[in-house]
């Protein structure tokens, strides 16, 4: 399995499509995230991701081992963005190719449940009235 | 280091312990003494060189410790 | 809902994503099928779509209708492709966007499980040796 | 209608049937025994006015009828 691992300022789904496209997989499984314009009927003006890099990109390479090792899957891009971010925006990016569409659906299923649990990465919403740490509370 | 909210709550990005702390448990506990707001989060893990720490882990001069408040990533 | 359904002889993956991406939708699933190089160890040469364009329209329509019952949707894209295509060119893309991404998870999966057992299209593989419609016989 | 294998199958993209076929399974019946090689097939269904018909469905003249060899779109 071969995997794109980025964590930068800009990502877009095309280049990870670009990245899992080969001529020998049968279908491709896309998960993208963006920047909500509301949050609870608040306006939100922008975004901001903070990360921890060194470990959330460990933290990604181990969610492209498991799912090298419970699927049959030729390859994954995993792309995150950091820093800041208006609505429209794309956040996040998982693409998954696979000879077979179920494994496809499933690992990259696996892989964003896994990232939004485990990948240090923490989202700050500014709203008109003030900023919160998305999450944080209970 | 301390990330997030976790930032904010100690006015920091990083701090300097002067208490002996041997373990991951007894660091959790200090932060909570020293900054309550803590308490009032979801979840704060620890991450002791760049994974994620039970309380029983032993730290050591030189460990990079990270506070991870609850994750909001994706 | 608003739904994007069409037939013709490219699609790409951008086009659908492009239409389903809002300012609003939380998170998008996309499947992309595209022409694999071999099938069972045969190098194949291209393929040909048939389809009996007036009632695959009605069938991809009858599946945006049930992604409408049965999920929150915000929009979804349905593309496929007739005449000839070569190795490595995309053949059909689903785009799913909700608010939820389980529920475009499952959204995108019905669909595409849907059209290949209902949407009227016909896939014949061209090898070195001969061709042979896909699936045909048992 | 003729599409896929069923085309090849019959040598035509169309056919003009002169034999009273009163429903859907008549005609699958018709078919089979003038065109043997569809027995091979793995299923065969028929479409009435663009949606798939089970056997009873009455026929009558000015309907657009498809034959629905296995598919394979996607």
Redo the contacts between chains.
Sequence with gaps: MEQLIRIGPTVTAQEAIDFVQSPESGGIVTFI?AVRNQTQQKKVLKLF????E???L?ELEKIAQTVRERWHVQRIAML?VTGEKLPGET??VIAVAAPHRAAAFEACQYA?DT??????????EFFEDGAV?????? | ?L???M??IAAARTLTIEAELPTVGALKKWLMQQYPGMQ???AVMV?VN???AADDTALSPGDEI?I???????
Tied chains: 1, 3.
């Design positions: 995230g991701f903070e990360c921890y060194p470990m959330a460990l995150h956040v996040v964003i990232l939004k649990e485990a990948v240090p990465i923490w989202k700050q740490w998305v999450a944080a509370h209970p | 280091m990330f997030g909210i930032k904010d009032q989060l979801r991450a760049k994974a994620y990270a991870i408040p609850p994750l909001s990533g994706g």
